[in-house]
């Protein structure tokens, strides 16, 4: 179908030219790689030293034939023309991967992470400006056009303006799916260009509103920082942490489409394993939510530190080490050497210190002693002269004397290291709650009760953070330092957490994201986002998303009813883009299970979808009912589409094309912010469709919401 633009012939004549030129860039980057696979091989075999060097250039070789490949599929998306001041307008064609032309170096596409790729982002036509690393470049945008790019074919073309960009804006997101979430290079907005590009030097803080685009964002800020901080940031020391398995596969393709591999992805609990191994105790013990929240609080990780000061104190013997008559170690000189010279190193690695000064110390009392004997037998024996049998007999209880001082050195450093104490993690906590018994605060002691209660080694996820805050003290870990960490659904991190994170990661800035009004984890999550200030320091910034673009206009404002019908302590504006479609359902039925099963019948053609419960054993019973629906499973190493049951808190930064609530009623979810936070999070996963169905009196969290569904 022809193009209906002005420019079209000129447009397609560029794009066809594109292709030619990356095409004869990919030749020429296909020759690279050959000539470096083959440079690589010699240097395995005939020289060994040279081989790093080789295969820094053999992966950088590969990384261009891959950007190409991609460039091939999509060259570029938009192109604008700007005048400098004092200088002629240039016309800059900006893609996902840029393409430099190899022997000119001519920048032919640029990449979205270069600075003039601002002008796209954060600009209208008219006067502007944007930041080179050389300062503020200003001049005037003449021209901001968008192309629609399918299969390596340019099929639209839209010029500048507020009105033709959000109908852009809107086709893109009318088409979007839940099967994966994607790059969104082409629809990044203004406010969401501003955080990516957010210095790498300062940590950021983003509250972000269901569907504002937060982890997307997190996911292309990596990329901007991977390519803009290249001398100071590695993909390898790079991590992402995120809420459970099966988001990390949620959100997988993400970053392989933008060019990044090698970031490491993980769970805060898989993290942890790899930190401390089998020193960390399974988990699975059951915890209330005031002991939960106890766990979580700074105070509680502060409590733990001083406690663990005065366990290495109190631990060292107060009038030293001595061996028979000998004094190996004064008291002060003990606790100066444990407690201030090798203070900054682990408890473990101090005391094999102490352990090796011990037998350098009682090796040389040994031989001093033994000294003492042989002198002993030499004046004994010279008395002894002309009596071979008599002689013989002293110099054999000499050796039996000289041999059992030896083994009595030896068993003196075995029981005096034996004394100190086993150094197990797991066991230091539990010491650590037996003396919280006699704290002061009434909930402390709670919560120690509670916890020495618990039969077995298995722990609650709260432990987990105050384990490893101590196997950070006492165990020599394996270092895997990361420069920058990305934290998804951070609000259901507890403070302690975020202080593990911050002590594992000294150097490292954070983009931590998330929705305090989506803090499903009450009982351990973080209370604000003002919480963390004490671990981040002040270098940090907090910015605010409030714009959905997920949804349709028509559900958000279903969801805002949610609020609006219980306030809450946090901020709780939403606003949705402009993307209209279907009138959510509010219906009342007799059976959930065979409505939601009649309403699955007419979306059969959607590719995805989820039943949403309050509970896991809701879900567990509506999934039985419901033929071909699967369980969600939030441990699973893939995702699936399809037709979903889950419980809302397990559903937590997902997406879907159409959302059923299963249950919305009164006793289900009462006018409080627990239940109000899950009903939400329930709501927003939908794209396009949503039903909500109930039995008996809907949740008054939903009150007028009947209104909004039949308007």
């Not at 805060?268 to 020193?279: C, D, N, R, V």
């Not at 409590?303 to 060292?316: F, M, N, T, V």
């Not at 900054?344 to 350098?360: D, H, I, T, V, Y």
């Not at 219906?587 to 939601?596: L, Q, W």
């Amino acid at each position: 179908m022809a193009i209906d633009h002005p420019a079209a012939r000129e447009e397609l004549a560029h794009f066809s030219q594109a292709l030619s030129v990356i095409e004869q860039e990919q030749d020429g980057a296909q020759a690279r790689l050959d000539d470096a696979r083959a440079a690589l091989d010699a240097a395995r075999r005939f020289d060994p030293d040279n081989l790093p060097v080789r295969e820094m250039q053999f992966s950088l070789a590969e990384q261009g034939v891959r950007e190409l490949r991609l460039a091939g599929e999509k060259p570029y998306f938009t192109r604008v023309d700007f005048c400098e001041e004092g200088g002629s307008t240039q016309r800059y064609y900006i893609g996902k991967n840029g393409v430099t032309r190899f022997r000119t170096l001519e920048a032919y596409i640029i990449d979205w992470r270069a600075p003039v790729a601002n002008l796209y982002y954060s600009g209208q036509v008219g006067p502007m400006e944007y930041e080179s690393p050389d300062g503020p470049v200003r001049g005037e945008m003449t021209l901001k056009r968008q192309f629609g790019v399918e299969k390596g074919e340019l099929k639209t073309i839209f010029d500048s303006g507020i009105a033709a960009q959000d109908e852009f804006l809107q086709s893109v997101l009318g088409s979007v799916t839940g099967e994966r979430l994607t790059e969104i290079v082409t629809t990044i907005q203004a406010e969401q260009n501003a955080i990516i590009r957010h210095p790498l030097n300062r940590s950021l803080i983003v509250q972000g509103v269901a569907g504002s685009g937060k982890t997307s964002i997190a996911l292309h800020r990596i990329a901007f920082l991977l390519y803009t901080y290249q001398d100071r940031l590695r993909a390898e020391s790079t991590l992402i942490l995120a809420p459970n398995p099966l988001f990390l596969q949620y959100i997988a393709p993400v970053l392989p489409d933008l060019g990044v591999e090698r970031v490491k992805q993980t769970t805060f609990h898989a993290l942890l394993q790899s930190w401390l191994g089998t020193a960390l105790p399974p988990l699975g013990a059951a915890e209330s939510n005031a002991c939960a929240r106890v766990k979580g609080m700074l105070d509680t990780a502060h409590r733990l530190d001083a406690w663990l000061d005065a366990y290495e104190s109190r631990i060292l013997p107060a009038d030293g080490l001595r061996f028979g008559p000998v004094t190996l170690f004064s008291g002060e000189a003990l606790r100066q050497f444990i407690l201030v010279d090798e203070k900054p190193f682990p408890l473990e690695r101090r005391f094999r210190e102490l352990k090796k000064q011990l037998s350098g110390r009682v090796k040389h009392a040994v031989a001093q002693i033994n000294q003492w004997y042989r002198q002993e037998a030499q004046r004994r024996a010279a008395r002894m002269q002309g009596d071979a049998e008599r002689r013989e007999r002293l110099f054999a209880q000499l050796e039996e004397r000289t041999q059992a001082a030896e083994a009595k050195g030896k068993e003196y450093i075995r029981e005096t290291m034996r004394a100190f104490g086993d150094f197990a993690p797991a066991r230091l906590y539990r010491t650590f709650w037996e003396d919280m018994r006699q704290a002061e605060d009434p909930e402390l002691r709670a919560a120690a009760e509670e916890t020495l209660a618990r039969k077995g080694r298995a722990v609650a996820a709260g432990d987990a953070a105050l384990i490893a805050l101590i196997a950070r003290r006492v165990c020599e870990l394996p270092r895997q330092e990361f420069r920058h960490i990305v934290v998804d659904e951070a609000q259901d991190m507890s403070q302690a957490e975020f202080l593990l994170l911050r002590r594992m990661n000294p150097g490292a800035t954070f983009t931590i994201v998330g929705d305090m009004m989506q803090g499903v984890n009450a009982a351990r999550g973080l209370p604000s986002w003002q919480s963390l200030a004490p671990v981040l320091g002040d270098s940090c910034d907090l910015r605010e998303l409030i714009t959905s673009y997920r949804s349709t206009v028509e559900i958000i404002l279903l969801a805002r009813r949610v609020w609006e019908n219980c306030p809450s302590p946090v901020s709780t504006r939403i606003e949705p883009v402009l993307r209209h479609g279907e009138a959510p359902r509010v219906e009342k039925t007799g059976d959930i299970a065979a409505r939601a099963a009649r309403q699955l019948a007419e979306w059969q053609r959607l590719p995805s979808v989820a039943v949403i419960t309050k509970t896991e054993a809701a879900a567990d019973e509506l999934c039985a009912r419901l033929p071909g629906a699967k369980r969600l499973d939030v441990s699973a190493s893939e995702y699936h589409t399809g037709v979903l049951v889950a419980s809302a808190a397990a559903v937590k930064g997902l997406e879907f094309d159409g959302v059923i609530v299963a249950g919305a009623d009164a006793d289900e979810y009462a006018a409080c912010v627990e239940d109000a936070k899950l009903l939400y999070v329930a709501l927003t996963r939908a794209l396009h469709h949503l039903c909500v169905f109930y039995c008996g009196a809907l949740t008054p969290l939903l009150k007028g919401g009947e209104n909004i569904a039949d308007s």
